[in-house]
């Protein structure tokens, strides 16, 4: 048996004095690892990472257990050394949000309490809980509308499947999705898991869906007897790889024109909602039956925290299911309310709580300065690289995705910068192809970066493109001299 403490639970009434030493235990090593760290990821490659991982962590199952306080003081210790930060400032690479310590606290208490979204008697303040918070995120998107609801995802993946899952349902076996060439690559994934046909790729040189280029594939798509055919439009605010945002009242009209659903892929720009002063840029979201949002990108939540919007909940109907041992028509008749249906999973933790404190917390008006904090340090980057001979801006930032190279650098050339960046620990930049060449990618999504912090991080982009080039054999040997030290 094993002692007290390790066997001691997160919940009752005593969990509570459990967590607290663990809890001083666990903050403790975040920050002895952030020190070790030093930087916004850990110099050295794959190769090191693994090295030290595996030295601390074997073996995964030891005979007799190393107590409570070293397992986690050495193993949150290892995997803070090892992150990939997103709160630092030059941690920068992808739709990574840094998480708002109120929603991380929010978070703790979730998976303290252990509720399971399955079925009410496994949670009922936390299904009474989704439902207000699913009702009011769904009416900010679709205002205007009569029944809108939404139903909790675990991020703009899950989303976009239900989306085509429901279209699929809805309009029959038959119908074809069509989507940009830069929709997220779930659309295409969707499609395949579902045994749908491949989407139209509608090619978008410009970055964005062309409606007229749209109307003319949808005016292709024949049914039976040569009527329209059943068509799904995939439109995207906020694309991965540069944060273009397609014209969404254009596209929404050519839709209806060719009686075609529309599903928007929000995840990115979805938030913008909640920001009068961008809120233009995604004007016509509340066109389309279905929208994709994840809060654990401009949200700042921690993964994961998404959400599928719907303008009329009948449209969810194909979703119903019941389980006798979780829903029975008994039971559900008595009053007590039946929650499968909410989600193609079943077990499901209640990630809509450090939602629900994060936008009671800061409420419209704090969720906005964040918001306006993030597009003006993509705004400045954006000038900092234009006003650097030395580099190059792909075009101004539509979101908080800033695209620049060192001027005249070649594609391998920018794919070997960004790798000594990684391996260095100096940097986390991504990378695009866009105008038919490669981008360093800066997504910026933290909203305390300071213009300083821009500035070096560009200075450590310049710096390293002058530092001689190291063949594809040097990067690979660097790496294992890292892992040796």
């Known amino acids: 048996m094993p002692a007290a403490a390790e066997a001691a639970l997160a919940g009752g009434p005593a969990g509570p004095r459990a967590l607290r030493p663990y809890l001083d235990t666990v903050l403790a090593a975040l920050g002895d690892g952030a020190d070790r760290r030093r930087g916004p990821l850990p110099a050295g490659g794959p190769a090191a990472v693994a090295a030290r991982v595996r030295a601390a962590v074997r073996p995964v199952l030891p005979d007799t ?128 898991l579902l045994g749908m046909r491949a989407p139209h790729a509608v090619p978008t040189p410009r970055g964005v869906l062309d409606p007229a280029a749209v109307r003319d594939v949808l005016a292709e798509i024949r049914g039976p007897g040569g009527a329209p055919g059943p068509a799904l439009v995939v439109a995207t605010a906020g694309t991965t790889d540069a944060g273009a945002v397609d014209p969404l009242p254009a596209l929404a009209d050519a839709a209806a024109a060719h009686g075609a659903r529309l599903h928007v892929d929000a995840a990115y720009g979805g938030l913008l909602l909640l920001a009068p002063a961008r809120a233009h840029l995604v004007a016509g979201l509340d066109r389309a039956h279905t929208v994709a949002l994840d809060l654990h990108k401009l949200g700042w939540q921690p993964i994961a925290a998404g959400f599928l919007a719907v303008r009329d909940d009948a449209d969810l109907a194909p979703l119903a299911y019941t389980a006798d041992y979780l829903s029975a028509d008994d039971d559900t008749e008595a009053g007590l309310p039946a929650l499968l249906h909410r989600s193609l ?11 629900a404190v994060t936008l009671r917390a800061l409420g419209r008006a704090g969720i906005a300065e964040l918001v306006e904090r993030t597009f003006t340090a993509a705004a400045h980057l954006a000038e900092l690289v234009e006003e650097d001979p030395e580099l190059e801006l792909y075009a101004p930032p539509t979101l908080t995705t800033v695209l620049f190279r060192p001027a005249g650098a070649g594609d391998a050339a920018v794919g070997a910068l960004r790798r000594r960046l990684l391996t260095d620990g100096h940097a986390v930049l991504g990378r695009a ?53």
């Open 65 to 192: 257990g190393v107590g409570a306080e070293a397992a986690l003081a050495g193993l949150v210790r290892l995997l803070a050394e090892g992150a990939a930060d997103p709160a630092d400032p030059h941690c920068a690479a992808h739709l990574h949000a840094p998480p708002l310590a109120v929603a991380a606290a929010a978070d703790l208490a979730a998976g303290a309490l252990n509720p399971s979204l399955d079925s009410w008697d496994q949670a009922p303040a936390a299904a009474e809980l989704e439902a207000e918070v699913a009702a009011a995120v769904a009416a900010e998107v679709h205002p205007g509308a009569a029944r809108p609801d939404a139903l909790v995802t675990t991020g703009g993946t899950e989303a976009n499947q239900l989306a085509l899952l429901l279209a699929r349902e809805l309009l029959g076996p038959g119908v074809q999705v069509v989507a940009g060439a830069g929709a997220h690559h779930s659309v295409r994934r969707a499609a395949w």
């Open 345 to 355: 999973r079943t077990t499901r933790r209640a990630d809509v709580l450090k939602i």
């Open 433 to 485: 192809e866009a105008g038919g060449r490669r981008w360093l990618k800066a997504t910026l999504l933290n909203p305390h970066v300071h213009p300083g912090d821009l500035r070096n991080l560009l200075k450590l982009v310049t710096e390293a493109h002058r530092a001689p080039a190291l063949t594809p054999r040097q990067e690979r040997e660097n790496g294992a001299a890292s892992d040796a030290r």
